[in-house]
């Protein structure tokens, strides 16, 4: 709860506010901003000083004066840039970047706030350590050689996949791409993040459809777009400052906006055509409009023939999909889904926008891909004002990503094959058989010893199980035994009851992070649980990527509070520790023992990512673009004159060649209307040039000025040698080229970035120029079907849409059909779905613990449709329990509300530190409790995870609501 800071007693008089100063004289809003901002610094520095300010003099006031840092909100994938005003070290006051193609201004609640995470009581401010179930005050030496020792045994006897590494959106992308590296040299692909239970199933179903798994346009690209198309997403509370460039093409364009949505969010209270469906049946919703378009002869031919190869096994499958049909599976009039159909072929082009209410199903893959198709048939990609513009959840989930703190693959996306291993070494100048010495061996099914270097580890989605599964039924030797979670929140994770299990059998429970999370609480242990107090990202420096793919250079505000440390930092005194910190570090360069240089590990991945053009955003140049915001346009975010004239904001990726090179970045992906070299792209040949004898590549469309003027593949050297090009290269690329594979070098593993820089000058693109495939012949459902959820009150419609069958992949069992057999549903008769709030992010730790965004939002809560309620007997504003069918329930506030439809409910998932009714604050380190605990939405969600990344399933679950 929220506790006032005044003891009662009386005070001296006060000084006249500053804020009532302000108040006396007209103000512009800006002016209010920088005078509020500074008042509550102000404030905050008279607490600190006993409430005493001495008379300042000529000298006290130069060295006090303001300085202003630009940096980048750590909350969502917006990107909105923060001015920060420093005093003698000291964080004091902030504005919003006003000159920010971004946030041009603008910030939401929790962006306005972030100065608080700074300055925050509620932070955890030096190692602790559980000890006969009390926390004990340790040295930062002391917890690195307790904790190495107890890793280092739990590696000698059981494997270096028994330590679990889970990684961060919060990490810069320095600190992201380092934590990879730093799993691959302790030797496990037991490492992951947070995309993978909020956009795996995007990144895996776009990528598998024309290349990249991204977001294809940006936020202020939508400013172009004559119709918007948002399903599975509330951006209005998700990424509130993202609405204002939807809301500029809605007035300016008059663009319908058509929100789909199981719940009426604020974002729907904007929309033209709001469109409710049943939770789980977003395959069925878009097959449903997709008929009218296809029945009315409204694709685009043209579009399809050149550019998209499997629309006729589209046709088929969606030829089944009958206003009728769809009705009876989706709840959704065909009338409705007829009006929506039409209004998207009469405004191209149309933008299609998704979040996390699309992906966080067992058929997550399905949805996305279906998504997409529904572009492709309009002929919506690779135009400005089209797309599929899908909202990343944090500040650096994308870099994250892009950085591959993922189980499955490298840097890059590179995979994990023996050829992608030995790029990386390559750029580490690293022996590949000593990395490959650091791994474990399995024995496979024939008997032979495979290495787990190959092999995807375990998803955080899963490692639960790692602990609880039997060994005997892994694809690793041995459980895990000690978890480190290093800036992630445990209770956005579904299955909390058997969470704690998991937790309470580990030998040991590390949390890094700037909060003690709900990891601290959950459990019963009473020791091997260790706190170590990282920074914030206001506490360093380095690069990260928005939701758009363009990076912002966010500079260090003010030094590490208390007795945290950068992340960076802490890695590197794990590194030491395990004894490879020479090798981990033989290419950067070294601040001291402990600090790698930041600017010194961003070249290092420039000299690597070449999938993904991550090479061509030096330092120098993204800070000269965090100088010069100013200068970019605010819809084309393309420089107009000044130093960095022509390029585009952030330089989104790819960012062809060297730095060198110049590229500007590419703003669209796919739009063919620019030459490659200012930005323009085809659909990325990666998935072989012919199928069943039909042509993959684009049928004679190709992008401005290529000098290849038909589909092409992707550039290999001996590509080049055959067109004649490779007398372009130079003595140094076609060295760095033969060091490589010679003639078999491709445009990915080629160090010198000649093969790119070649290709780009022909203006050709170097992966390739193909079609998008509508049909993903790889997965367990190559065309996009509906399949009922594993938890589903429509029995009627098992039989006919039945999930798959259980299955073993990412080393564990996992079941479907085995748990959509049970029928619960008289039990648990209503759908529970799950979402965000605008005033908290994330598991919510450090948006709880924010004072100011704490007093916005108290309670967690369950909304009910009022009949349901009724039925219930459940009243507004009261307490009951919400229970799933796996045994967890969550006592929470009851808000009556028509919001959601009947036999629907739903939870924020943000609130955390209460746990089947018991309130867990006791239980936090001294002080550092957040001021709003309750709930979590996940000790009452279910198992369920999808078919291709194991992302978890949090939208359609069953429940049962009572009073409390």
């Known amino acids: 709860m929220l506790r006032k800071k005044t003891n009662g007693v009386a005070r001296r008089p006060q000084r006249t506010s500053i804020l009532s100063n302000v108040a006396e004289t007209s103000v512009d809003r800006r002016a209010f901003l920088r005078g509020s901002g500074l008042a509550i610094g102000g404030l905050a520095a008279i607490s600190a000083t006993g409430g005493s300010v001495t008379q300042a003099n000529a000298a006290t006031a130069a060295a006090g004066a303001v300085e202003t840092v630009k940096s980048v909100c750590t909350h969502c994938s917006v990107g909105c840039t923060v001015v920060a005003e420093v005093q003698n070290g000291v964080w004091v006051g902030q504005e919003p970047g006003w000159d920010s193609p971004f946030n041009l201004g603008a910030h939401c609640a929790k962006g306005a706030s972030v100065r608080e995470h700074a300055h925050g009581e509620r932070r955890l401010k030096y190692p602790m350590k559980k000890e006969n179930g009390e926390w004990k005050r340790i040295s930062w030496d002391q917890a690195i050689n307790e904790i190495g020792d107890g890793m280092m045994q739990i590696r000698e006897e059981s494997g270096p996949d028994s330590v679990y590494w889970l990684g961060s959106a919060k990490h810069n992308n320095e600190q992201a791409y380092l934590f990879r590296k730093f799993a691959a040299y302790w030797g496990t692909n037991n490492v992951d993040h947070q995309a993978r239970i909020c956009h795996s199933t995007t990144v895996a179903g776009v990528a598998n459809t024309w290349g990249y798994g991204a977001m294809t346009n940006s936020y202020n690209d939508i400013h172009n777009s004559k119709a918007i198309f948002i399903i599975g997403g509330n951006p209005a509370e998700a990424h509130p400052v993202s609405l204002l460039h939807v809301l500029k093409a809605k007035e300016q364009n008059n663009a319908p906006l058509i929100v789909c949505d199981p719940r009426f969010t604020r974002t729907a209270a904007h929309a033209d055509e709001y469109v409710r469906f049943r939770p789980g049946t977003d395959v069925a919703l878009v097959w449903g409009i997709l008929w009218h378009i296809f029945e009315n002869g409204w694709e685009d031919k043209e579009f399809i023939r050149t550019r998209v190869w499997g629309m006729d096994q589209i046709r088929e499958e969606v030829a089944k999909w009958t206003p009728e049909e769809v009705e009876r599976v989706t709840g959704t009039p065909g009338s409705q889904l007829r009006r929506v159909a039409r209004t998207m072929a009469n405004n191209r082009p149309g933008t299609v926008i998704w979040c996390m209410g699309g992906t966080q199903h067992t058929t997550g893959n399905n949805n996305t891909r279906a998504y997409c198709v529904l572009q492709l048939a309009l002929g919506n990609m690779g135009a400005s004002g089209g ?14 990503t892009d950085l591959g703190v993922l189980s499955h693959t490298l840097p890059g996306y590179y995979g994990l094959s023996k050829g992608a291993w030995a790029h990386w070494a390559r750029v580490w100048k690293e022996d590949p058989e000593w990395l490959a010495g650091q791994f474990d061996t399995l024995k496979g099914a024939d008997g032979k010893d495979k290495s787990l270097q190959n092999l995807t580890g375990i998803p955080v989605s899963r490692w639960i199980d790692g602990i609880l599964e039997d060994k005997e039924n892994m694809d690793q030797p041995n459980n895990v035994r000690a978890m480190v979670l290093w800036g992630h929140a445990p209770n956005s994770q579904t299955r909390m009851t058997e969470m704690k299990t998991a937790m309470e059998k580990l030998d040991m429970l590390v949390v890094v992070d700037p909060y003690p999370t709900v990891s601290a609480v959950l459990h019963d242990r009473e020791d091997g649980v260790y706190l170590l107090p990282a920074c914030t990202q206001f506490e360093t420096r380095g690069s990260v990527t928005a939701s758009n793919r363009s990076f912002q250079w966010r500079d260090k505000v003010v030094d590490p509070l208390f007795e945290s440390l950068p992340d960076h930092v802490i890695m590197a005194k794990f590194a030491n ?25 961003t070249r290092e991945f420039n000299k690597g ?14 800070k000269k673009h965090m100088a010069n ?13 000044g130093p960095a004239d022509g390029d585009y904001y952030g330089l989104p990726w790819p960012c062809w060649g060297t730095p060198e090179m110049n590229h500007p970045g590419t703003p669209n992906l796919y739009d063919m209307s620019k030459p490659v070299s200012e930005g323009g792209l085809t659909f990325r040949a990666r998935f072989g040039v012919e199928r069943d004898g039909d042509n993959l590549l684009a049928e004679g469309v190709y992008s401005v000025g290529s000098e290849i003027q038909d589909g092409y593949p992707e550039f290999t050297m001996q590509m080049l040698m055959d067109l004649g090009w490779d007398s372009d290269l130079t003595d140094e690329e076609r060295a760095a080229i033969d060091a490589v594979a010679g003639p078999k070098t491709n445009w990915k593993t080629d160090l010198s970035g000649g093969i790119q820089r070649v290709a780009i000058k022909h203006e050709c693109a170097p992966f390739g120029n193909a079609k998008a495939r509508a049909v993903v012949w790889t997965f367990p459902d190559p065309v996009p079907v509906h399949r009922e959820p594993l938890y589903t009150n429509r029995r009627d419609l098992v039989a006919d849409y039945p999930t798959y069958e259980d299955r073993k992949f990412y ?24 979402g965000r709030l605008v005033e908290y992010e994330g598991g919510g730790d450090e948006t709880r613990s924010n004072p100011w965004l704490a007093e916005l939002q108290q309670d967690m809560f369950v909304e009910i449709n009022p009949r349901d309620a009724n039925n219930l007997g459940v009243r507004d504003g009261e307490q009951c329990w919400v229970e799933g069918p796996e045994g967890g329930k969550v006592k929470v506030m009851a808000m009556v509300t028509e919001r959601v439809g009947e036999g629907v409910a739903f939870m924020p998932f943000h609130f955390g530190g209460h746990f089947q009714g018991e309130d867990q604050r006791h239980k936090y380190p001294d002080g550092a409790d957040p001021y709003v605990l309750g709930e979590s939405t996940n000790t009452a969600q279910t198992y369920g995870y999808d078919s291709v990344t194991q992302m978890q399933e949090t939208k359609c679950t069953l429940c049962k609501i009572m009073p409390a």
Do not use: C
Request: charged letters at 25%; a negative charge; aromatic letters at 10%.
């Open 387 to 400: 797309g599929t513009n899908i909202f990343r959840g944090h500040d650096n989930v994308q870099g994250a």
């Open 577 to 601: 520790k395990f004894g490879w910190a020479d090798r981990l570090f033989r290419n950067i360069e070294m601040e001291d023992a402990e600090t790698p240089n930041i600017e010194s590990i």
């Open 609 to 622: 990512l070449w999938t993904i053009g991550y090479t061509g955003q030096s330092p120098e140049r993204l």
């Open 629 to 641: 915001q100013h200068t970019f346009d605010r819809t084309t975010l393309r420089a107009v004159g």
């Open 811 to 834: 080393r564990l069992p996992t079941m479907y059909a085995s748990i959509q057999k049970k029928d619960v549903s008289q039990d648990f008769p209503i759908i529970l779905t799950s």
